[in-house]
């Protein structure tokens, strides 16, 4: 038996139960994993409070590192005492161990540390496909990037400075501003404070940028949109406000034929040859100090329900885990 949450019903942090349950062992094409550390990102919470459904009742998480324990039938590319991480579903990495799908364990190499993987995977693969493969950035480009303190964001400013992108990423306080331009944010927009549609057009000498990535959904959508130069991209790739509400494609038309799309990691990671060139790119970037993992927040695991609500607060910053 081992200690892992679990969920019965949707709804606030209090939904989620420390349990016991057991872990068997792993069939064909599964692995057993013990994790030594557990990511927490706001996907966990679009499955808590119904978002994103799942079969109920079920476990919560999809990222975490550790150490395989034992091997199904038909598992070749990874054996026991391999040092792994993962960031995809099913739900589930919010336990001490668990039986999973061995397809899209990534491997670690020895000069990443358990916590760092479990803060980075999810979050370094989101950045990677963002800037690499929905909208490549070549360098050069002005971009808008909301929540430039959080995980993906504090990421994000470090890979757009690598790349000699000037990166407009909008925070909700001065700590988090500090944050942002401590990571190579060009510049800061408190969003609180300032408004920051005006804010991108006075940057941008009034041309707005070609790409805007928003992860914030109902609440800056509209204003996203009203940022973006004519033949721009939107990618709306979270929703921490908010699912955004239907809206007319006109929208898009009267803005200068704007282009949107709504990308999730799994689309990107599902193959094989994808993950491992993703996750080769990540960890050259953090190897070679390009980007440094800030982890400004460590929980146990059995309190769980505090960090969701600090999350869900806002008052983290950087990457957050969880330890079992």
């Given at each position: 038996m081992v200690k892992a949450i679990r969920?019965?019903?949707?709804?606030?942090?209090?939904?989620?139960?420390?349990?016991?349950?057991?872990?068997?062992?792993p069939g064909p094409g599964e692995v057993r994993i013990r994790h030594a550390a557990c990511g927490l990102n706001f996907i966990d919470v679009y499955f808590r409070t119904g978002l994103y459904?799942?079969?109920?009742?079920?476990?919560?998480?999809?990222?975490?590192?550790?150490?395989?324990?034992?091997?199904?039938?038909?598992?070749?590319?990874?054996?026991?005492?391999?040092?792994?991480?993962?960031?995809?579903?099913?739900?589930?990495?919010?336990?001490?161990a668990r039986v999973m799908p061995a397809a899209f364990l990534i491997t670690l190499?020895?000069?990443?540390?358990?916590?760092?993987?479990?803060?980075?995977?999810?979050?370094?693969l989101t950045a990677q496909y963002l800037f690499r493969r929905t909208f490549p950035l070549r360098g050069g480009e002005t971009i808008l990037f909301h929540a430039a303190a959080g995980g993906v964001g504090l990421i994000a400013s470090q890979w757009a400075r690598?790349?000699?992108?000037?990166?407009?990423?909008?925070?909700?306080?001065?700590?988090?501003?500090?944050?942002?331009?401590?990571?190579?944010?060009?510049?800061?927009?408190?969003?609180?404070?300032?408004?920051?549609?005006?804010?991108?057009?006075?940057?941008?000498g009034g041309k707005g940028v070609p790409v805007v990535y928003d992860s914030i959904g109902k609440d800056t959508f509209i204003g996203s949109l009203d940022c973006l130069a004519p033949l721009g991209t939107m990618v709306s790739f979270g929703n921490a406000s908010g699912a955004v509400p239907p809206f007319s494609?006109?929208?898009?038309?009267s803005r200068g034929s704007l282009t949107i799309t709504r990308p999730s990691l799994p689309s990107y990671i599902s193959t094989r040859a994808d993950l491992d060139a993703a996750a080769a790119d990540l960890f050259q970037m953090v190897d070679s100090k390009k980007i440094t993992i800030e982890i400004n927040q460590r929980y146990a695991l059995k309190d769980v329900g505090q960090a969701h609500a600090?999350?869900?607060a806002r008052k983290t910053t950087g990457s957050t885990v969880l330890i079992p």
């Open positions: 969920i019965s019903k949707t709804g606030g942090p209090e939904v989620m139960d420390y349990v016991d349950v057991e872990v068997g062992d459904p799942q079969p109920l009742p079920g476990g919560l998480g999809q990222e975490a590192a550790g150490v395989i324990e034992a091997v199904g039938e038909g598992v070749t590319h990874v054996k026991v005492g391999d040092r792994v991480s993962y960031a995809t579903r099913p739900n589930g990495a919010y336990s001490e190499p020895d000069s990443i540390s358990f916590d760092t993987a479990a803060a980075m995977t999810l979050q370094g690598a790349l000699g992108v000037t990166m407009i990423g909008t925070v909700s306080s001065a700590e988090k501003a500090a944050l942002a331009t401590a990571a190579g944010c060009t510049h800061v927009i408190n969003y609180k404070t300032e408004n920051f549609v005006e804010r991108v057009r006075e940057i941008t494609l006109n929208e898009l038309a600090d999350l869900e």
